[in-house]
Structures are given as structure tokens and as C-alpha cells.
């Protein structure tokens, strides 16, 4: 971890993902849940569901309204779909991370790289193993947050995942503002710069 | 006496208001639309409404029929949703929409891809080319700060609770409501990623024609565009016509213009071999 990571409270739980693994967890209203790129470039695909109701979940959309801007920055508010603050990045040591891009799948690797790549992981199988034990499905997959991801939008529109701008050891927190469901893909894709072209480990730190 | 005292009497005061115009109705039957596009037969046609300011439609529409939606008055703001009428677990996914085209501006040729790398609907005809697929819907919280409230029994609906309506009449509830496209009012994204919207206003008749790739399940709401800075709920009706058509033929110039959205195409021709 950087030296310029802002202290923490007490950690109350601490564990590694491991590359290409899913992650679910509660983090309750006040709590923050720090994500370290322990290795570097590794996306981190990252939905919330309120805890009390999970038909109301994180929004990109509503998020990118609200704040007017397509990057999660530091300051950012991570807002519900029905516009309430879920979370607030109160501290990242990267410059921006992205919510445009979504979560690889299967079915869409099958139109980015051919029918070879149907059969590979992808972070919506991560999605729906984590969630499948909670009740929830296919339904519940939002356009989601790519923690340490880099999706830059040139003035044509052109977009796509490139080359990362994080590095081992940078991280993101997020501070709780309600009782939220993270749930998380550490993302395997092999196929874009996305994880460096090398699913690795990240941490997942919270504290209060 | 009233007009309503006795049922007989009621019966007739209700079967007097038949045949009443209201700017915001539907055409039934279909075939009896007007202004239509040149080259489309009335008996073609499936499905002619006009949806209110602030109002909202579902329907479902058949692999190849084409949809129209058509801005009247130069201020018509419509969200859209798409489900796979079968299976409708399989709807719009903008992420992938915007990603496998390599580009988040949509427009004449793009394609409205499903989180099942199918195709489900392609833009064959686009007059306007601003539309916004970042900002998604208006919520009952962005319109009580701007309008007072959003509530679907008031003045100033708002999208989400539009769509919740729509997406109801098929059996589907509040998990459905997925992130959505606007059209018409455009969103263009700034060097730093500001989101950049252009309200208008814009001259009246634009339109946007859509291909059914599959069998889909449209609903359509028709409120101002959440990142409208206008303080009154500013908004005007929109046309929705379908009308029946071939399903895209294996020489489609869409179908072949890119090698993602022919792996879509290719996955849809799948699914339907059966």
C-alpha cells in the first residue's frame, strides 16, 4: 500500500480476491471498504444493492447525470437508481476509474474477439455465482463500476478499454452512506489491457 | 335529474363520449394511421400512437417490423427499454451497446445490442443524431428537486416511475428497469468526461427508425431528459408507428458493417434456428 493512503479505521474485515474470483460482502452505512490493486492495472467490476431493498441498486447512469461526468473520481457519489448517495470515494490514488464500460460476459466476448473466447470466465458468470446465493439474477446485472479500469471517450465518441493508469499497491475507499451488498468480479479478462492481459489478486479492507 | 343517475343512464352518457380526439391516443385499428412514411401500406401498419408530454407506451413488436418514433413538436424526449419479448430476462444492455461499437454516440447504422451479444434492434433511419446514452432516466428525486414532485398521478412524471408502469403491463416490475437510452436530446462527452447536453430546441419531425432484430417488448417514456436545466417540466408529444417488414437478409449493409455487429447478427440467426 502507498504511504499516501489515508489511515483507517478499524478494520473489522481484510481479505484477498483472488484473480479471476467473485467477492460479496455488506458493508454497513459509515464503513469504508478500501480496494488495493495489489499488483496493478486489474480491473475491479463492482455493483451495489441496497441492503434493505435490492431492487434498488447503483446506477451509472443516475450516477454520470448527477455529477455531470462519465469518470468515478475522487468525491464522487455513487447514487441508486432511485438517486440516493450509496457510497462516496472519499480517497483513490488514481486519477479516474470507469463506469461506462461494463462487465465482460461470455456472450459479449463472442462479438468483441469470436466464438474461441465463448467458453473463457468472464465477470457477469463472477456476477451471477455471487448473487445466485442471495436470490438474485440475470435481473439484477446494471451497467457497473470498473474500479482501476481505463476507458477514455475521444470527441468522436470513440471509446474502448486501453492501457491502464494504476499501478501495485494504489487503491480506491468508499465510504457507505446506506447498508450496501458489494458485490464484485475481479475481472479474467484475457482478451483487452483491462487487467494488464493478467488476472491478479486485489484486497478488500473494511474498516470503521 | 343527472345524466348518470340510473345505470341505463350512465350507460348512454358513456357510449356519447365514443369517438372523442385527444392529441394523445392511439390509432385503432393501425391500419387506419395517417402521414405515413411514403413507402409504407396502411395495411401494414401495426401499431399508430401518440404518447402524451410526460406520458409513457409498452408494446410488443415482431422481428422485422420497423418503429418509428417521431418527434412532432421539436421537444419530444423519449427513454427506451428493450426486453427480448420471450424471454425477457435478455433486454438492452447499454454498456456493451457502446463498447462492442467501439464508439457512445449512436446514430444511422449503430445497433442496440442485448447482454446476450444478440443484436435486438438496428437504427436504419436516424434524422436527429442527438441522442444521450449516458444520463439514463429521470427519477421520482430528480424531479421533486426540479418540478416539485414526480409522481406518476401528478403533472411531472418522471421516466423511472414511467417505466415501471410500462414494463408492469408485461409482468415485469422494478429489478427490469435497466439502464436506458434517451433519444433526441443530445449528450456528448468533454475531453475531462463532462457530460455536454444540448436541450435544443430543435425543429419539429425528426425521427428515429428502428428494425426489430428479435421479438422485443419496447417501452417508451416520454418525460424531459433528467439533465434538462429548464425549471418548468418542458416537453411535447411523440409518435410511435410500426409497420411490418422483412427480417434482415444475409446482404444487409447493417447486418455486414462491422465484424462485431455480424457476430451479433450471427448469434441472433442462431438463436432463431429452431
Redesign the interface.
Known sequence: MTVSAPSLGTVVHDEVVAARAPWLHTVKAGQTLRIVDLEGNQAVDFLAYSAADDAERYSAQDTIAAQGNVFLRQGSVLLSNEGAPMMTVTATAVAYHDTIGGACSCESNTLRYGHHTKAQHACVENFLTANARHGRGKRDMVSNVNWFMNVPVEADGALGIVDGISAPGLYVDLRAEMDVVVVVSNCPQINNPCNGFNPTPVRMIVSE | MSDTANPYAAQAHARAQAGTRAEAMPTVPATDAVDLPQAVAAADVVWDETIAPGGYASRQIARGIRLRLTDLAGDASPSLLLFNAERP?ERL????T???Q????LGQGRLL?S????VLASLVEDTAGTHDA????S????NARKYGDGFNHGACPNA?DRFSLGVAKFGL????????LNLFKDV??A?????VIDIGPYPPGRFVTLRAEMDLIAVVANCPH??DPRPAYAVTPLRATAWRGPVTPGADPIRNATP??L??FL?VEDYYRR
Open positions: 430476462v444492455n447499454i454498456a456493451d457502446l463498447k462492442v467501439w464508439n457512445g454516440y445490442l447482454d446476450m451479444g444478440r449516458f444520463c439514463g432516466a427519477n421520482q428525486a430528480s423511472r416490475g422494478r429489478k427490469d428497469i435497466h439502464p436506458c456528448r462527452i475531453q475531462g468526461g463532462e457530460t433528467v439533465l462485431e455487429g457476430r451479433a448469434n
